[in-house]
C-alpha cells in the first residue's frame, strides 16, 4: 500500500479520535473512534540485586547458596498513540492501588489510560516497586486479609459509610463499590519513599523526558522523583496526600487532624529548588471541611489541604510555578479522592489539557 | 466524517496490520503497521467477600468491625481490535509470573498479547487471584525475597546455570536475563486450584466464549476452568506443569522424577469428558531428556512431558480432541519453558494461528 495512502488513513482517524474524544467521549462506547496505536510493551526499570553466599549446585536448587534475587523494580506498562505528543504521561497509583487506578473506572467507563491515548499522549502506567506486577520486595511482608474497605471509603471521601455524600460523583449501584474495592492490591514489602521514587526515576531515565501524574500516597515520592531526575518536565498530582517536602528553617508547624498529624519534610534547599523549575498543577476534590471535624477521613484531607496550600505558596515564593485547584472553588463538585475516574473525569481530564497546552508541554 | 471512508481506512489499515504480522514481525520496530483497537480497559472477576463482625464506627476507622475485604478476585486487562474476530482469547500465566508473560518479551520484542491483537484477536491478559494486580488473598501470606533464580533459570530450561544450552531461542546478553528475573511476582496467599480455576471462570462468565491460553502452572487449573465453564471454547496450553486431571480408575501410575513425582489428579468421569469437548493444543519445547537425568529442572520436565502424553492419549481415547506438539520434533529447537516469548515466538504463534484455523475458533 503506498505510504501516503496509509498516512491520510492514520491522519483522518486520529483526527476522528481527537474530535471524539472532545465531543463524544464515553456517551457511547460502540460509536468512539478506535485507538490508534504505534506501539505497546512493558518492561521493568530499576531495582536491585540480592545473592546467596556459595555455589549454585544445580542438583540441589531449593538452597540459597548462591543464587541471586532482582527485586525493587518498578513495573510499566506504556501506549504510544501514532502522531504522539512531544511528551508521554506517566500515571503513578498510591496507596493500596496499582496501575488500575488509571484504567477503566469502577463504573465501566474510560479512565485517564485511554482518555489520554485519545488526546495523542503516549501514556506509562507504572506499578511501584513492592506493588502489583512489581512485586518482588528486597525485604519481606507479612499480609493479612484485615477488613478495612470502609475505612477506604470514607478515606476516599465517597461518602460516610454506609452513605454516599449528596452529589458526590461516584455511581452508587453495588457492582460499582465491588470493582472499586477490588482494585486494590497490597504492599508485598515495606513501602519506602526512596525505593519507589528511585524505580519511578528509573522509568523516565529509560524512556526520557515526560509528564508525571501522581495519585495520593504517589504524590510525595513524585516530588522526590523530579528532584532526582530533571526528564521529569512537568508533575500533575491528584490529592497529594502528604510528605510535602521544604526547605531546611522553611518548614511550616505540623498540622493536627482528627486522623494523624501532617507534617512537612524538609530537604537541603539545593533539591528544594528543583521543583521550582518545573509546572506542578495539584487537585482536591470535594467534601473537604474548611474547619475541624471529629471524623478522621475527613479531617485529614483538611489537614493536607492546608499543608498542601502551604507548599504551594513555599514553592512559587522562591520562583515556582505551582498551581492549586480545589475543585469546588471553581464549582466543580461532588469529586471523591479520585478526581481521574470520577464521573466527571473527562471534566478533569480537559483541565488538565488545558493546563498542558497552557505550559506548551503538548 | 462520512463512515464509510472511516471504515475504509479501517479496512486499510487492518489490512496493512495484517499484512506487517505476517511478513514484517519485528524485523524493524519503526515499520510495524499501528493497532487500531475498538477498545481496551479492566476489571475484577469473581472473588470473595469476608465482613468483621460488629458496627463500623467511623471515628475509630482503624478498628475491624463492621469493615468488608473483597479478595480472591481475579483482573483482566482486555483490548479489543477492530473487526476483531470470534472469539477473544484468555491468556492465563504460571507460578511466579503474572500478565506480564505475555507482553513484552524480555528481550524487548512483542509478544502474544501484541502479536494476537495485529491477528485480529481481542486479548485478555489474566491476573490469577493472589497475584499481581489481583493481589487481595482472603489468606494470610509471609513473603520472603530467598535467592531462587538460578533454580529458575535451570527449571524454565535457558540452560545449566550459567550456561545457555546450545541454540536457545533466548537472547544472552545480561538486560535480557535482567527483564526475565524482574517479571516475576510472588503469590500473596496459598496458591490454591480451585480459587484461581474459579476467578478464571468468572472472567469467562464476564466475557463469553473465548479461548484459554494457558502457561505452565495455569494448565492445571486452566483444565479445571474448562471443567468448570462452557464458554471455554478451546485451550492452547504452553507446557503444562502438573495436575493433568484423569477419570476415576484411568489415573495412571505416578512418574518419579529427580525433582519430584508427578500424578495424575483425580476427577469424576462427567467433568472429565468436558474435555473431550474441545480441541486442546498442547506445547512442549527443547531440551527435555528422554532418559532419566540427576538434574532436576530438566527430569522434571521429562516426567512432565511423559504424563502430558498418558493424558492426552486418556481424553483422545475418550472421544477427545488433543494434539500435543514436542517442539523439537517438528524440527523446531532451542525453545526453553516459555515457547510464547522465545525468539522464534512468531513460528509458535504461526501454529497456534494454523491450530484455530483448523479448528474453525477464528
Not at 252 to 265: E, N
Request: proline content about 8%; aromatic content about 12%.
Amino acid at each position: 500500500m503506498p505510504s501516503p495512502v496509509k498516512q491520510l488513513c492514520s491522519l483522518v482517524l486520529a483526527t476522528t479520535a481527537l474530535l471524539a474524544g472532545i465531543n463524544a467521549f464515553a456517551t457511547d462506547r460502540g460509536k468512539l473512534a478506535p485507538l490508534m496505536l504505534q506501539e505497546q510493551g512493558s518492561f521493568a526499570a530499576g531495582g536491585n540485586v540480592a545473592s546467596a553466599p556459595g555455589i549454585f549446585d544445580p542438583r540441589k536448587p531449593m538452597e540459597p547458596a548462591g543464587q541471586t534475587y532482582h527485586g525493587d523494580h518498578a513495573y510499566a506498562f506504556y501506549q504510544i498513540p501514532v502522531d504522539a505528543r512531544k511528551y508521554p504521561i506517566i500515571m503513578w497509583h498510591g496507596a493500596g492501588q496499582f496501575s488500575k487506578t488509571w484504567e477503566t473506572t469502577a463504573d465501566g467507563r474510560e479512565g485517564f489510560q485511554t482518555l489520554f491515548l485519545r488526546r495523542q499522549y503516549g501514556v506509562y502506567l507504572i506499578d511501584q516497586p513492592r506493588r502489583g506486577g512489581a512485586g518482588r520486595s528486597m525485604l519481606e511482608a507479612s499480609l493479612k486479609p484485615a477488613p478495612d474497605e470502609q475505612l477506604w471509603f470514607n478515606q476516599f471521601r465517597i461518602g460516610l459509610w454506609p452513605n454516599y455524600f449528596k452529589g458526590v460523583q461516584f455511581a452508587q449501584d453495588p457492582q460499582t463499590l465491588n470493582q472499586f474495592f477490588r482494585a486494590m492490591t497490597p504492599n508485598t514489602g515495606p513501602f519506602d519513599m526512596d525505593v519507589v521514587s528511585d524505580g519511578v526515576s528509573a522509568v523516565f531515565d529509560r524512556i526520557g523526558p515526560g509528564i508525571l501524574f501522581t495519585h495520593s500516597q504517589g504524590g510525595g515520592p513524585g516530588w522526590l522523583t523530579a528532584i532526582k531526575n530533571d526528564k521529569v518536565k512537568a508533575i500533575v498530582a491528584f490529592e497529594p496526600g502528604s510528605s510535602f517536602v521544604f526547605p531546611q528553617g522553611e518548614v511550616p508547624a505540623p498540622i493536627p487532624s482528627a486522623f494523624d498529624t501532617v507534617q512537612g519534610a524538609v530537604v537541603p534547599m539545593s533539591q528544594f529548588m528543583a521543583l521550582t523549575r518545573i509546572p506542578i498543577l495539584v487537585f482536591y476534590g470535594d467534601n473537604i471541611p474548611d474547619q475541624p471535624t471529629d471524623f478522621p477521613a475527613q479531617d485529614s484531607w483538611r489537614a493536607r489541604l492546608q499543608m498542601a496550600r502551604l507548599w504551594r505558596d513555599a514553592v512559587n515564593q522562591h520562583g515556582g510555578n505551582v498551581s492549586l485547584v480545589h475543585l469546588p472553588e471553581i464549582g466543580i463538585r461532588g469529586n471523591t479522592h479520585f478526581p481521574m475516574s470520577d464521573r466527571n473525569n473527562i471534566q478533569i481530564a480537559d483541565l488538565v489539557s488545558r493546563f498542558l497546552a497552557e505550559k506548551q508541554l503538548d
